[in-house]
């Protein structure tokens, strides 16, 4: 199976922006999903989980009360909704499918005015 991220950009400080991951290649609907990001110098770090059942969530401190994981089973497509973005969260953003070696190639998010 393979995920392919969009949706990354050029965004202000105090914006939003939504992600989206869209899964081929196996059962969607059986499998739970993270976004991962990675600032220039640092480590991949965890930043959402999705679980298989639509209402199980978990976040990182920093994401958590700012950004939203969801998926649609029909759309096969994991999205991370993210406001009030600030510099430090400026990265590349990785769809990882749990328990597995799947990872998308990554989609750039800069915050900068």
């Known amino acids: 199976g393979h995920l392919v991220e969009s949706g990354g950009g050029l965004v202000q400080p105090g914006g939003s922006l939504t992600l989206s991951c869209v899964a081929a290649?196996?059962?969607?609907?059986?499998?739970?999903f993270q976004w991962f990001r990675q600032a220039p110098g640092k480590e991949r770090e965890h930043v959402a989980t999705i679980y298989s059942t639509h209402t199980l969530t978990d976040y990182s401190a920093s994401a958590k009360g700012r950004f939203t994981i969801s998926r649609d089973n029909r759309k096969e497509t994991v999205y991370l909704q993210m406001t009030n973005l600030k510099p430090a969260d400026t990265a590349v953003y990785y769809c990882?499918?749990?328990?597995?070696?799947?990872w998308g190639q990554g989609t750039q998010v800069p915050v900068a005015s």
């Open positions: 990882h499918r749990m328990h597995s070696e799947t």
């Open positions: 290649g196996f059962t969607f609907s059986g499998a739970a």
